[in-house]
T-cell receptor
Framework: ETGVTQTPRHLVMGMTNKKSLKCEQH?????MYWYKQSAKKPLELMFV???????ENNSVPSRFSPECPNSSHLFLHLHTLQPEDSALYLC?????????????FGPGTRLLVL | QKEVEQNSGPLSVPEGAIASLNCTYS??????FFWYRQYSGKSPELIMS????GDKEDGRFTAQLNKASQYVSLLIRDSQPSDSATYLC????????????FGQGTTLQVKP
């Protein structure tokens, strides 16, 4: 788990709050991902960054705003969230974003929106 | 039709038995296939990857891929209580981006 770290591990926020999730990978990878995992639903890809450029936005509402300042860091800025956004948010990385690569997941941030 | 489909279970097997987990996918052009294990409250971790038709064995785990039938499975031999977890099937689609599609996961319970 130390290859990909995420902070905070738990977050409770109101619908009017603004917060940010942080992900850092120490694996020398060039692709980073945000996933959402809700109860009883498959893991959903949200965003993909490859060499700091966003290559995938899986129709995610604008209240989720990603930022990738460099290949090692990925942020997810949250504002005016809804209770249905409560979920486990997982960050992952791969060496280059290719089809055969294993995703290395961080421990996740468990988010509760009140 | 779901892109990656798994029976959510729970699948219950006695200790020492073979657990068989199944997954079907809809994109016929899919290139790579992965099985991840997720313990409750933890993040997914890779168990097996498979890219070509046939079987791939790694210790007690065997992944089987049949692209014609769009079917991938994971067999766990000599199941242990520590194997109790949710097993996620993930399929990389036919595009070149790193977009994995995950199934809902099958919960496995291995009873002592």
């Amino acid at each position: 788990e130390t290859g990909v770290t995420q902070t905070p591990r738990h977050l409770v926020m109101g619908m009017t709050n603004k917060k940010s999730l942080k992900c850092e990978q120490h694996l020398g990878h060039n692709a980073m991902y945000w996933y959402k995992q809700s109860a009883k639903k498959p893991l959903e890809l949200m965003f993909v960054y490859n060499f700091k450029e966003q290559t995938e936005n899986n129709s995610v509402p604008s209240r989720f705003s990603p930022e990738c300042p460099n290949s090692s860091h990925l942020f997810l800025h949250l504002h005016t969230l809804q209770p249905e956004d409560s979920a486990l948010y997982l960050c992952a990385s791969t060496p280059g974003g290719g089809a055969l690569e294993t995703q290395y997941f961080g421990p996740g941030t468990r988010l509760l929106v009140l | 039709q779901k892109e990656v489909e798994q029976n959510s279970g729970p699948l219950s097997v006695p200790e020492g038995a073979i657990a068989s987990l199944n997954c079907t996918y809809s994109d016929r052009g899919s290139q790579s296939f992965f099985w991840y294990r997720q313990y409750s409250g933890k993040s997914p971790e890779l168990i097996m990857s498979i890219y070509s038709n046939g079987d791939k064995e790694d210790g007690r785990f065997t992944a089987q891929l049949n692209k014609a039938s769009q079917y991938v499975s994971l067999l766990i031999r000599d199941s242990q209580p520590s194997d109790s977890a949710t097993y996620l099937c993930a399929v990389h689609g036919s595009s070149n981006t790193g977009k994995l599609i995950f199934g809902q996961g099958t919960t496995l319970q291995v009873k002592p």
